[in-house]
């Protein structure tokens, strides 16, 4: 069974761009969810969807945006990116009712 | 807003010492969690703890969930190099069919041979 694959694996971007990110759950996974690791600030929250719903957020300005495709795929987009956005970009599906999350290798956005 | 405090933050130790690491918070989850990240990869579940008091072994890792569901210990008997990476706690809270993932900053543990 494959796993979580996030696209981009690396992403540099000048500030005031849009990023878009990808993410494929394991197959038969309906929830993903985001998060953004920095050294700093540990592993927060952004987001969560299920059946091409948010049915969770975190405390990110609305720069940060996501939505989840019929397939479970999903796609997160920061818009007008700023120095701080620099970080790992985290995504994990899990299986229903189940609060296990399998996590992706993740997107090193950086931007300068 | 529901903190997880992970100590120590940084750890490095000698192959074939034993250590603990502590996740602690002021509020009360539904289960916990603990889950090992290494470099360029992202976090791999280790264990899930539920139980006031419950205590689940893995290999050489022994995981504790406090009687009162506000902390755990992870504690690494005989630590080799491959123990080396990041461990993260994540506290979860259950509403339904709904849940969310805490997570506490990490410990990352370096091991030397």
């Known amino acids: 069974k494959a796993g979580v694959t996030q696209t981009p694996r690396y992403l540099i971007k000048t500030r005031g761009q849009q990023v878009t990110l990808s993410c494929s759950p394991i197959?038969?996974?309906?929830?993903v969810s985001w998060y953004q690791q920095t050294p700093g600030q540990g592993l927060q929250f952004l987001f969560e969807?299920?059946?091409?719903?948010?049915?969770n957020k975190g405390n990110f300005p609305g720069r940060f945006s996501g939505r989840q495709f019929s397939n479970s795929r999903s796609e997160m987009n920061v818009s007008t990116l700023e120095l701080g956005d620099s970080a790992l970009y985290l995504c994990?599906?899990?299986?229903?009712?189940?609060?296990?999350?399998?996590f992706g290798q993740g997107t090193r956005l950086t931007v300068v | 807003t529901q903190l997880l405090e992970q100590s120590p933050q940084f750890l490095s130790i000698q192959e074939g010492e034993n250590l603990t690491v502590y996740c602690n918070s002021s509020?009360?989850?539904?289960?916990l969690q603990w889950y090992r990240q290494e470099p360029g990869e992202g976090p791999v579940l280790l264990v899930t703890?539920?139980?006031?008091?419950e205590v689940k072994k893995l290999k050489r890792l022994t995981f504790q969930f406090g009687d009162a569901r506000k902390d755990s210990s992870l504690h690494i008997t005989a630590a080799q190099p491959g123990d080396t990476g990041l461990y993260l706690c994540?506290?979860?809270?259950?509403?339904?069919?709904?849940?969310?993932?805490?997570f506490g900053k990490g410990t990352l543990l370096t091991v030397n041979p």
């Open positions: 969807y299920f059946s091409e719903t948010q049915r």
């Open positions: 197959s038969g996974h309906r929830s």
């Open positions: 509020s009360v989850f539904s289960s």
């Open positions: 994540a506290g979860v809270w259950s509403g339904g069919s709904n849940y969310k993932l805490t």
């Open positions: 994990a599906s899990s299986p229903q009712g189940l609060p296990e999350a399998f």
């Open positions: 703890v539920v139980t006031g008091g």
